[in-house]
């Protein structure tokens, strides 16, 4: 898949300081794409509509965005309703903050989880505090399922627009020498995939048992600017509540993390973690 140009991007707000942060890190993806900004303002209750201050903060961000941008007010649930508006505007991305006390493993349901699961498009979260002015380096984790493969062309395409670098790491079971062989091989490949489209990478593997505690130290460790991991819409019972890889990086992450929507496919058999 690939990050439309000329599209819409949805930054879900409600005057937090972690929604008002995701706004300002819009700006410059809005501008490499041409694309529209649009805040949504969900409220719960009549009289919590902020139209005053939904204007204010529009013309603010058009102001010094430099792009067009428009706001939308609607009654609901924040997580249902940006699914439900991100598919009725054609939205080719999200971008959430999320506050760092919110984990997806303690909201089930109608949560931040169930917006990333079920969004039609991809979805950047972001819970640091720090502002990031541009792209530098790309983590790209990767396994051996056919979804995660996926990530690669839009790793590209990002790497493109912010002049990045593009950082693939493996993480496998100290103890799968089979899959240990296959990764590093797979990695090798994907980063000579990568540097034939003229962007600096590097792969590299590591033994693990915590695949998401590893990646996120590492994205640390290498000064990462964004994440990328796939989506698991479907979950078992068993990983609503343990949760997923995926889902894990995103919790435990304060690297803004963008999580790519797979493409639909006939078999539904999965072989590894899907992050």
């Known amino acids: 898949m690939q990050i439309k140009e000329r599209g819409i991007i949805l930054v879900p707000i409600d005057f937090t300081k972690q929604s008002l942060l995701a706004i300002k890190q819009s700006y410059n993806l809005a501008k490499y794409t041409h694309s529209k900004l649009v805040l949504l303002h969900v409220y719960e209750k009549s009289g919590d509509e902020s139209y005053e201050a939904l204007n204010k903060l529009t013309k603010q961000t058009e102001q010094e965005s430099g792009v067009p941008t428009e706001f939308m007010n609607v009654k609901g649930d924040i997580y249902e309703e940006t699914d439900r508006v991100a598919e009725e505007i054609k939205a080719t991305l999200i971008i959430a903050g999320l506050e760092s006390h919110m984990k997806f493993r303690n909201i089930i349901g109608s949560s931040a989880s169930k917006l990333v699961r079920k969004a039609p498009c991809p979805v950047i979260t972001i819970r640091g505090s720090e502002h990031r002015d541009g792209c530098e380096n790309i983590l790209l984790p990767l396994d051996l399922t056919m979804e995660t493969r996926e990530k690669v062309d839009v790793a590209i395409q990002f790497a493109q ?51 998401g505690e590893t990646v996120v130290e590492y994205a640390n460790k290498i000064e990462a600017d964004l994440i990328m991991i796939m989506n698991q819409p479907s979950l078992t019972v068993g990983e609503i509540f343990s949760g997923t890889v995926a889902q894990q990086i995103v919790d435990i992450s304060n690297v803004p993390v963008c999580t790519i929507q797979p493409m639909k496919r006939e078999s539904t058999l999965h072989f590894g973690t899907g992050y």
């Open 161 to 211: 627009f912010f002049g990045a670098s593009v950082r693939v790491l493996g993480v496998f079971d100290p103890k799968d020498d089979i899959y240990e062989n296959k990764l590093l091989a797979y990695t090798h490949q994907v980063k000579q995939f990568i540097k034939s489209k003229g962007i600096s990478c590097t792969n590299k593997t590591i033994p693990a048992k915590d695949v």
